[in-house]
């Protein structure tokens, strides 16, 4: 409780002067609430870094203050999620000082790399509302980058798509050419099993390939899109998940929600669980 | 009249050549980006100043259809607005001439629009068409007074969409190259009302 009035108190004073001639028009209480918000991604980074002065002007990199440490362990308190439980305080103070340690401090790049976008897509599905989960990624092209779909989750997808190894009991014996693979029929009465009866060189395919099928087809029909989040691995030892809360106060915009120390050999376990790989 | 002519064409002669040395450099100094940042923030303006117009009742048809056709040169073609809300999921689209004239049909007695004097200006990062893209983001108090006194108040997020364009123009029978500003999909996402 003392700690979150502190924090408060430490926006309150870190904003209090960025009030312009605007502010005496309205009221201070929401300038302030406007400044304190990190009202995009961009702005997540400088100052997850520490790029940029109290209203958001980028410092010029040959400046002092630019990455200055103890402004920068300041703002790194207030990008996270106030209201998130799943944050104990002790592994934010460790997190921080990891990141802010003064050997090697650790930045955050746009385009190193190892982050990437979740969006959930309300889309109509054979004419029913369904949600689709792209993950995007920003990639190099051309002159510059642009974000693709790198994967995707569909969960009307899921039940027929097997991950499973073959059953070894399942095939066509090699003689079968001889009936004229009149036994095929198994395959096709019973297309749960039917992919062991493939080669081993098929792979299942990926809701990707299924999805752009299906668009291609016009089956599926962008709706909107209802939710954006960002996951972080680019800190090593540090997994973390950004989202946007737009809500009243001084704790709004995009923040932390999820933080957790993962080391490298349980990064997998953590991808596969975000791209739901594992349901 | 025609000392004010010839300064108005040394200025943008010498904007035009500025924004046209910026092309030939891949990073963009931060010198560079605050004059492009300021004169996005230009066009963000004249907009906001349209939305006024637009929306007053006391503008005549003729009128707010010039200031819609003025706006429309504001943005990029095909750009959209996007309008998300609190109180529900998802994103509206709209492109940006249908919500304009739905504007106008919301027909207030009076519209008074105030900014926040808060701008966050994204880097400006370069697209694979070698065309750089930013992100203004802005709050604007939005104030609709219907002719029976009611008023409606609601502040906004807004986040704009910034292209910064390579294109030609020719001054004085030479064609010079120079990088315009035009704006993009606008995502409003409605903050709380007053």
Redesign the interface.
Known sequence: MITRFALICLIGLIFAGSN????Q??AVG??TD??AAT??L??FIKRFNNEEDRQ?V?Y?PKSKLYREPEQRKQYLKLLFDEQSIAIPQSLRTSFIADVTRNEHPVFLD?FAGEWFAEVKV?VSYNGKEEEAVLFMELEK??????WVIDRVYFRPYAPYIRHTTKNPNNFLHPQSHELGFMNLNRVFESPATAEDYTSKDYHPPEHLDIFMYDLRRGVIKF?????TRFHFFQIKGWYFEVANF?R?GLNSGWLINNLVQLPPEQKNVMLNYIYRENR | MNRLIKTFSILTFLLVAALYAQAQS?NIT?ERKRAIDSLALEKVRDLSKYISIIGDKATSMTESQRVIERTMELFMEGAQMGVSS?NR?????YPVQKYLERLRALNYQRVNI??????????L??????R?VG?I?I?Q?FEGVMEDGMRYVD?T?K?ITVYVERKQQQIGGRLIGFWDVLLGDIKV?E??RG
């Open positions: 312009s001639l605007y502010a028009k309205i929401d300038i406007l400044y009202k995009q961009s702005q958001g980028a010029d746009f309300a092209a051309g002159q510059g980058y642009k709706i909107t899109v209802n939710d737009n009243p | 891949v931060p609190l999921k998802g994103v509206r689209y105030e900014w926040y004097n808060i701008q966050y200006i994204s880097d990062v370069q697209q694979p068409d070698g750089f992100v983001t709050y108090r502040v997020k986040d996402t903050t709380k």
